[in-house]
């Protein structure tokens, strides 16, 4: 196919695509810069939305903004453009995240164009799913997937999913006994509907999800003890699909490969009929998330811990403009 034109309109198009991305909270840490000289976007973390009580060192920050960098990457290949990436370019200027320069499309970005449909189509479900196991052809096809943007994808047998699970139990404790850690779920958390109606951000109570009666899926209940008229309860599968995303090393470009990894990933699923969804509860603390990894594995440090199963997509939540968050220079 032809490329399309790199004019306001096109560029608006490939931000809102990368804007539609995951992050800690529905935070959306990132900015662009297009540089019309060089034909090259420029990623940049908006710390304004980072949150020091639970995610101190930026790592989940990263991972959002990794996960954006690939939505944008998808939504160049669809555009007709091949795409030169670069991680942390600049030794000098660590707040340039990445840059994406537009290239001739060749080769490999006809599969990163495959998953485009599925920008739209992924929603994080914080709804029960089946208690069925995911296909052991999808979970190779995943495994792929994350190794093909430098991260390593494992399935827990049933000893480690249940250590998963007793981790995020500890971290749901550890939080009711230190109120201040909650401050971030509230600051991002938007109650009511003439709230929602106008949010740009944050976790709506329609993504909430029923309340969890029964069942031992990890999902993070972001209404607490607060009560939200008209939600319902429901009892979650017993043996829930968990997936580890993790990486070698431990550093930002690091992060911003998982973050990739785990986008691509999580189109995939989608792509393949699974829901998903994300908990980094258990990662937030760390002596918590040292318990995560497979001492068998090759894997260094876990980045994040996926959901995925059989079951509804959850709703959309709010975005940004992309006026807020893109620059063209």
Same mark, same amino acid.
């Given at each position: ?90 030794? %000098? #200027?660590?707040? &340039?995240? $990445? ?11 006809? =599969?990163? +164009? !495959? @998953? ?13 799913? %089946? #208690?069925?196991? &995911?296909? $052991? ?11 093909? =943007?430098? +991260? !390593? @994808? ?36 938007? @109650? ?138």
């Amino acid at each position: 196919m032809s490329a399309q034109p790199l004019d306001t309109r096109t560029l608006t198009t490939l931000v809102t695509a990368a804007t539609a991305a995951p992050s800690l909270h529905n935070a959306q840490p990132w900015r662009f810069r297009w540089l019309s000289a060089d034909g090259t976007f420029e990623l940049h973390p908006d710390l304004s939305r980072a949150m020091p009580r639970t995610d101190p060192d930026n790592r989940a920050l990263h991972l959002g903004c990794g996960a954006a960098l690939l939505n944008l990457r998808v939504a160049v290949a669809h555009a007709g453009w091949g795409t030169d990436t670069a991680l942390l370019p600049d030794p %000098e #200027d660590p707040h &340039v995240l $990445a840059t994406v320069r537009l290239t001739d499309a060749e080769g490999p970005h006809d =599969e990163l +164009a !495959q @998953l485009f449909p599925a920008i739209d189509r992924r929603h994080t479900s914080r709804y029960p799913f %089946e #208690d069925m196991p &995911v296909p $052991a052809e999808i979970q190779s096809v995943l495994r792929d997937a994350a190794r093909r =943007e430098g +991260a !390593q @994808l494992l399935f827990p047998g049933p000893w480690h999913v249940n250590i998963l699970l007793d981790d995020v139990l500890d971290a749901e404790g550890r939080d009711t006994l230190a109120p201040e850690r909650l401050k971030d779920i509230r600051h991002w958390t938007r @109650l009511g509907t003439e709230s929602a109606d106008v949010a740009v951000d944050g976790v709506t109570e329609s993504a909430f999800g029923p309340r969890k009666r029964g069942g031992r899926a990890p999902v993070r209940d972001f209404a607490g003890r607060r009560q939200v008229p008209g939600r319902t309860s429901a009892v979650f599968e017993t043996t829930p699909n968990l997936a580890l995303l993790g990486t070698t090393d431990d550093r930002p470009g690091d992060w911003l490969r998982a973050g990739q990894a785990m986008e691509r990933v999580l189109l995939l699923a989608t792509l393949s009929g699974l829901a998903t969804s994300l908990t980094s509860h258990a990662l937030e603390h760390k002596d918590l998330r040292e318990l995560a990894r497979d001492p068998k594995s090759a894997m260094g440090f876990v980045q994040m811990v996926l959901r995925l199963g059989y079951g509804p997509a959850g709703p959309g939540t709010p975005r940004r403009p992309v006026s807020d968050v893109l620059e063209i220079v």
